[in-house]
């Protein structure tokens, strides 16, 4: 039951495009296709943004896509605005109905 | 719309107790696995607990085996956590989450907890 490791932090200007990575083990990540991206905002309850590694719920735009290779997941954010300033993390489905979590990262719009 | 509305947080001291409840609405709670998620001050989150759609299956995460006991009522609509033995370090906001597709899909507000003397 070991975190995913995550960066913590990451930075961009508007506009520009930004990459987290969230690196696990077969156990987790690289075994199965249950890989999630939530924002959270300061005081606020996490939002999911991608499910099952790429699709992304209803209304969130896509600025934010998601992807896998191996036993790391990859979160990016496209034409980033001042909004997208907000803590980031990772989940993965670890089997027997387990779920891990990244440690976060924190996005910094400069 | 569904939502998920966390209560029974407050102050206690080490070694007490405390049962936080989640009342769902807006979905088929019945259907569900269901998950308690905490973040403590300035970090990040954490499963400690899940509970399959019947209630038959719990899940723990390590550190709070044996002190924490999650439970539902599918008739209420609700979802329970009940944490004995409590200690400093589980000093956190507790979300419910609704879990979909292995991961919680929809969360609530949370209800702090805070373990102190």
């Known amino acids: 039951q070991s975190a995913l490791t995550q960066p913590p932090s990451a930075s961009g200007s508007p506009g520009q495009s930004v990459t987290i990575s969230c690196t696990g083990t077969s156990s987790d990540v690289g075994g199965y296709n249950f890989v999630s991206w939530y924002q959270q905002h300061p005081g606020k309850a996490p939002k999911l943004l991608i499910y099952?590694?790429?699709k992304r719920p209803s209304g969130v735009p896509d600025r934010f896509s998601g992807s896998k290779s191996g036993n790391t997941a990859s979160l990016t954010v496209s034409g980033l605005q001042a909004e997208d300033e907000a803590d980031y993390y990772c989940s993965s489905y670890a089997g027997n109905n387990n779920l891990v979590f990244g440690g976060g990262t924190k996005l910094t719009v400069l | 719309e569904v939502q998920l509305v966390e209560s029974g947080g407050g102050l206690v001291q080490p070694g007490g107790s405390l049962r936080l409840s989640c009342a769902a609405s807006?979905?088929?709670?019945?259907?569900?696995?269901m998950s308690w998620v905490r973040q403590a001050p300035g970090k990040g989150l954490e499963c400690v607990a899940n509970i399959n759609q019947d209630g038959s299956e719990q899940r723990y995460v390590d550190s709070v085996k044996g002190r924490f006991s999650i439970s539902r009522d599918n008739a209420k609509n609700s979802l329970y956590l009940q944490m004995n033995s409590l200690r400093a370090e589980d000093t956190a906001v507790y979300f419910c989450?609704?879990?979909?597709?292995?991961?919680?899909?929809?969360w609530g507000q949370g209800t702090l907890v805070t373990v102190s003397s």
């Open positions: 099952e590694v790429s």
């Open positions: 807006g979905f088929t709670f019945s259907s569900y696995w």
């Open positions: 989450a609704r879990r979909s597709s292995g991961s919680p899909d929809c």
